[in-house]
């Protein structure tokens, strides 16, 4: 079998044992003589699924009583809507911190549905770092602070959460969810669209600190309102089963690995083999990400003209590597290697990398 080097921003690269496992139950399933796909979503087979993903986040994150998981759909795009429809009071207002599209997505919802309110934003510097605690200026009435963990099309990342004190923090973790231990107690609410680090798109994990209900606005639509979902653990209506079946099939693989932890061991060894693989050709390429700044998930670099990034990303997919365009708003190259993809993927990578740069330097 010859896999492809997947290192796309998302959907992305999935751990191949949750491939293979989800192969061969594919036409008979837990002895259903069915696939998960075909079979109720209120029948015992999936509900024993559904909750043991459920139960694996927990497990996982260490959730204390008080946190609830939920699995929604609409993406983390319904996310930037919900958030603030359901925790923003009628006059109020949330703080948003700014690094990048997404957050500015999510602050562009907030202030459809209520009032957002930038509290911080890394754009003068062209969003190449997360802003500093000391450049925060949050507003001691506001109803959270929202931040993103980690920008995808900038490479990005939070290393540090900012310090909110009494005020709800919430945090868009789509492209970085499960990627080391963190103190997911410390959080209101944390969202993730499953199509980077967890899964197949289809599902949003949120994560819920289950008291916080009791402040959000009532008079919502049912589907819109956190409180249904929570009181129906997430069976209120149809979840996207299969979605969900591969999520727990990622979950299980994690903690088969040794967990968080040894998520972040191997994450950390990823990062860093391609950003020592950048600074090993200083005039050839360019992490325009501040260092203390530089996303784990996804690595942005540059190459000395548009021409070479082009031949660059064409040449890589001739040697059975995809994905390492950068976003289109931004250009560049952009290598996503999320807790699935391997070292051996990223040791190719950055020997592929190593060589280019000796050919065309
Ligand atoms: C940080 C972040 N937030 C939100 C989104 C949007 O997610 P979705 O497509 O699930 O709505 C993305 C997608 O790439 C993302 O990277």
């Known amino acids: 079998m010859n896999r492809t080097l997947n290192f796309y921003a998302g959907p992305a690269a999935l751990p191949l044992p949750t491939l293979e496992r989800a192969r061969d139950e594919m036409i008979d399933w837990a002895g259903t003589g069915m696939s998960v796909m075909e079979t109720s979503h209120r029948s015992k087979e999936y509900d024993a699924v559904h909750h043991e993903a459920m139960d694996l986040i927990g497990e996982l994150l260490g959730l204390d009583d008080d946190h609830q998981v939920l699995f929604l759909q609409g993406g983390a795009s319904l996310q930037f809507a919900m958030v603030p429809m359901n925790f923003i009071p009628p006059g109020g207002s949330a703080d948003y911190v700014i690094t990048g599209s997404w957050a500015q997505k999510a602050l562009k919802e907030a202030n459809i549905v209520a009032r957002g309110r930038v509290a911080g934003s890394s754009e003068a510097a062209s969003f190449t770092r997360v802003p500093t605690q000391a450049e925060l200026d949050l507003d001691p009435t506001a109803a959270f602070v929202h931040v993103t963990s980690n920008n995808t099309i900038r490479g990005t990342q939070f290393h540090e959460f900012p310090k909110t004190g009494s005020l709800p923090l919430v945090a868009d973790m789509s492209s970085d969810f499960l990627w080391r231990p963190i103190d997911a107690n410390r959080f209101h609410l944390i969202y993730a669209g499953a199509q980077k680090n967890l899964g197949p798109s289809g599902v949003t994990i949120v994560v819920l600190r289950k008291s916080w209900l ?104 001739q040697a059975h590597m995809v994905g390492l365009k950068g976003h289109r708003s931004v250009g560049g190259c952009r290598a996503s290697i999320y807790n699935a993809t391997d070292l051996a993927a990223v040791e190719t990578l950055a020997t592929f990398m190593d060589d280019f740069a000796r050919r065309n330097g």
């Open 214 to 317: 009791a402040k959000a606005n009532s008079g919502l639509p049912t589907m819109l309102k956190y409180s249904i979902h929570s009181e129906k653990e997430s069976l209120y209506n149809t979840p996207p089963t299969f979605a969900v079946y591969m999520v727990r099939n990622v979950l299980l693989w994690v903690k088969e690995m040794g967990g968080l932890t040894a998520m972040e061991t191997r994450n950390r060894a990823k990062g860093d083999r391609l950003y020592r693989a950048i600074a090993a050709h200083p005039d050839f390429y360019r992490s325009p990400v501040d260092a203390g700044s530089r996303s784990y998930m996804n690595i942005v670099f540059r190459l000395p003209s548009e021409e070479l990034e082009t031949k660059f990303v064409a040449e890589a997919k």
